[in-house]
């Protein structure tokens, strides 16, 4: 599975974005699908993932509320709305699958697409 992330740039505080991430192969549907984040000097960290259906969704408290993760299995496309950005966003933002049907560790993710740069000014 090779994957495409795009839609990162530059937003004001309070703005919003939605990044995509594009896979190819026929078996998309077969995989959880999650984004990370990394800023500068810290770890990657998970952001948002979702079940092989769409029917399950998962979030970290930071963004719980503000993040939407959603998927077309028809398109085979990963979506991440994110409202109401803050500074704190700021990072790199990854897509990546895991065969796991439940996936919030990095460590369990297989397949890692490269990242779209997220820039929040205050």
């Known amino acids: 599975v090779q994957l495409q992330a795009s839609g990162g740039g530059l937003v004001q505080a309070g703005g919003s974005l939605r990044l995509s991430c594009t896979t190819s192969g026929r078996t998309f549907n077969s995989y959880t699908t999650g984004w990370f984040r990394q800023a500068p000097g810290k770890e990657r960290e998970f952001v948002a993932a979702i079940s092989l259906s769409g029917g399950s969704t998962y979030y970290p408290d930071s963004v719980k509320g503000r993040f939407t993760i959603s998927r077309d299995n028809v398109k085979g496309t990963v979506y991440l709305q994110m409202n109401s950005l803050n500074p704190e966003d700021t990072a790199v933002y990854y897509c990546?699958?895991?065969?796991?049907?439940?996936?919030?560790?990095?460590?369990?993710?297989?397949?890692w697409g490269q990242g779209t740069l997220v820039t929040v000014s205050s």
């Open positions: 990546a699958a895991s065969i796991s049907a439940y996936a919030t560790r990095s460590t369990r993710y297989d397949y």
